[in-house]
């Protein structure tokens, strides 16, 4: 397995096949809401077996000390391998070296322990998103 970080139409593309089939197929939230105009503005953590992508995440800069994570996804039969905390760990350091000082996730309520795990910490309130409760969680760099 590699991980590949950065702005590469290739990795857009691995990123876009992993959502498609997580978000869209699986969890069945409509194409336009999944994919948006920060597509083309982000930077992509991406882990492939061979010329197979199995686990993604994308990077936005909010400001010039803040940036979000977010699109996070693992194809289901490669879940709970730690695949999620390796591309989320690999924009973690994107940021790091970018000198972020904040990180962001806008995460379904569902994996919100999952970042808690990682060192995030709930701000606000629950919100929904797509129809699906979500909650905001941050991070200092």
Known sequence: MRLEVGTAAYLRA???????????????????????????NASYSVIFEG????????????SDKIARIGRVAVLKEHR?????RQVVNALEDLAINEHFEQLL??????????YESLGYH???KPYDED????ITLSKKI
């Open 122 to 124: 709930r701000v606000g």
């Open 105 to 114: 996730i806008h995460a379904e309520l569902t994996a919100a322990e999952f």
């Open 131 to 134: 129809g699906i409760p979500c």
């Open 14 to 40: 691995a990123s876009s096949y992993i959502r498609m089939e997580v978000f869209v197929l699986e969890k069945d939230i409509a194409l336009t809401d999944e994919f948006d105009q920060n597509d083309a």
């Open 51 to 62: 010329t197979q992508p199995l686990a993604t995440a994308r990077f936005l800069k909010e």
């Open 80 to 84: 709970r391998k730690q695949l999620g």
